[in-house]
């Protein structure tokens, strides 16, 4: 699964995002997989870190 994204929330609240037009809530220290990549994926704008297929969720940008 050389597509498959790890996103990791390190935020103290829920983090909503869209995948394939709906959204998806990734509760508050949740992780979660998506087997197909970023191609469906919107993140809306917040501080992240990215290390190879692993995206960290920090806080809110200001």
Same mark, same amino acid.
């Given at each position: 699964?050389? =597509? $498959? ?6 935020? @103290?609240? @829920? !983090?909503?995002? $869209? !995948?394939? %037009?709906?959204?998806?809530?990734? *509760?508050?220290? %949740? #992780?979660?997989?998506? /087997? @197909? %990549? ?8 917040? /501080?992240? *870190?990215?290390? *190879? =297929?692993? #995206?960290?969720?920090? %806080?809110?940008?200001?």
């Amino acid at each position: 699964m050389s =597509n $498959q994204i790890t996103i990791r929330s390190d935020r @103290d609240t @829920d !983090y909503v995002f $869209q !995948y394939k %037009g709906e959204d998806v809530t990734l *509760k508050a220290g %949740g #992780i979660l997989s998506i /087997a @197909d %990549g970023l191609d469906e994926v919107v993140l809306p704008t917040t /501080a992240m *870190k990215i290390v *190879k =297929n692993l #995206i960290v969720i920090k %806080g809110d940008v200001k």
